[in-house]
T-cell receptor
Framework: DVKVTQSSRYLVKRTGEKVFLECVQD?????MFWYRQDPGLGLRLIYF???????EKGDIPEGYSVSREKKERFSLILESASTNQTSMYLC???????????????FGEGSRLTVL | AQTVTQSQPEMSVQEAETVTLSCTYD???????LFWYKQPPSRQMILVIR??????QNATENRFSVNFQKAAKSFSLKISDSQLGDTAMYFC?????????????FGKGTKLSVKP
């Protein structure tokens, strides 16, 4: 079974803290994504990566950074957490093989972050 | 820029009945993919069904089928014989053919409740 694992299901942090959200996939996928999910706003892309050490900004990158040192791991970093970053964060991955691409993203279960 | 609109924030249906979720999109491209994703409560998001824009035939996956109207830029999801396990958030999504793989644009979602 394919698997995308997010390290923490629930986190509570204080304003100004540095927060790391980890995501690991076991499918040897090239492409990995971080989305933010808020009620009434759907999913919004924060950052994505097509290869190790590569990153691209999504639609809402402000206040976030990412790290991809290994193919299977993609980390989302909140340098100084703020209350407006309270949200559900979803990691996803997919194959980078265009010939075999089906459009299917494989998602983790999500990390619900509360910033007090 | 492409946009995806789901006009029904919430819907409900009785078990065993049929329900249709609406989705419209806006694009100037002629080749693209459309998707419906399902997010059950507290569980990870999964792909339900996929449609390639160049295919005129509507996609079907068991009890799930789509009504793809390219000229109208409409992509609705029909769930037949609804089951309690269909209770979930449903997201319509769009991706350009040949675009950044996995970089989907999501609608805001429709919360579907199946009632016994």
């Amino acid at each position: 079974d394919v698997k995308v694992t997010q390290s923490s299901r629930y986190l509570v942090k204080r304003t100004g803290e540095k927060v790391f959200l980890e995501c690991v996939q076991d499918m040897d996928h090239e492409n990995m994504f971080w989305y933010r999910q808020d009620p009434g706003l759907g999913l919004r892309l924060i950052y994505f990566s097509y290869d190790v050490k590569m990153k691209e900004k999504g639609d809402i990158p402000e206040g976030y950074s990412v790290s991809r040192e290994k193919k299977e791991r993609f980390s989302l970093i909140l340098e100084s957490a703020s209350t407006n970053q309270t949200s559900m964060y979803l990691c996803a991955s997919t194959s980078g093989d265009f010939q075999g691409f089906t459009g299917e993203l494989f998602f983790g279960e999500g990390s619900r972050l509360t910033v007090l | 820029a492409q946009t995806v609109t789901q006009s029904q924030p919430e819907m409900s249906v009785q078990e065993a009945e049929t329900v249709t979720l609406s989705c419209t999109y806006d694009t100037s491209e002629s080749n693209y993919y459309l998707f419906w994703y399902k997010q059950p409560p507290s569980r990870q998001m999964i792909l339900v069904i996929r449609q390639e824009a160049y295919k005129q035939q509507n996609a079907t996956e068991n009890r799930f089928s789509v009504n793809f109207q390219k000229a109208a830029k409409s992509f609705s999801l029909k769930i037949s014989d609804s089951q309690l396990g269909d209770t979930a958030m449903y997201f319509c999504a769009f991706m350009n053919y040949g675009g950044s793989q996995g970089n989907l644009i999501f609608g805001k979602g429709t919360k579907l409740s199946v009632k016994p």
